[in-house]
């Protein structure tokens, strides 16, 4: 198994995004990146400490391979706006890759040599090493299947998921 943290706006869109592909084994919403000793909710939301929101992906690389679960990533989040993503602002948003080891950085370094093709060279996304990966909340795991009618999610995070489903379709489990 293969863990990578990411870190591409709100932490309930990659979450939905990667829960749905085949291989994936475990998707954990939280935090990284940050000054602080602890992460909550209330706190990062500030912006104050620094931490990103990010998810950790557990993956089986013998199902699918690192480079769909990092190409991905670009796909549904915009890597060229600095501590942004749609309305939602402040560093806790921002573009990051968090390496646990050489050979992730080397991973997260290729694949946005790969994403520049499509984005351009204006991509911010930060590439750091791993520090402490905080787990969010309870109701922050798996938020989209615990609230599909919610505001965000219609609006949000659905089209995040419509969007990965037409290019990466045989990657993604069949519905129940």
């Not at 309930?12 to 935090?31: N, Q």
């Not at 791993?130 to 969010?136: E, K, M, N, Q, R």
Request: some cysteine; hydrophobic content about 40%; glycine content about 6%.
């Amino acid at each position: 198994m293969t863990t990578y943290v990411l870190a591409g706006g709100c932490f309930w869109c990659l979450d939905a995004v990667y829960r749905r592909l085949k291989g994936v084994e475990k998707v954990i919403s939280g935090y990284s990146g940050g000054s602080q000793t602890d992460a909550h909710y209330l706190r990062v939301a500030t912006g104050a400490t620094d931490h990103a929101e990010a998810v950790q992906i557990t993956f089986n690389e013998a199902v699918i391979s690192k480079e769909v679960i990092l190409d991905l990533f670009f796909l549904v989040h915009d890597p060229t706006t600095l501590n942004r993503q749609g309305a939602d602002t402040g560093p806790q948003y921002r573009s990051a890759m968090f390496y646990a080891d050489e050979a992730q950085r080397q991973d997260f370094t290729a694949a946005i040599q790969r994403a520049t093709k499509h984005w351009g060279d204006a991509i911010v996304t930060q590439i750091t090493p791993l520090d402490v990966f905080y787990p969010a909340e309870g109701e922050h795991q798996d938020y989209f299947n615990k609230n599909p009618d919610s505001g965000y999610c219609s609006v949000v995070i659905s089209p995040k998921i419509s969007k990965a489903r037409a290019v990466y379709a045989q990657w993604f489990k069949s519905p129940n």
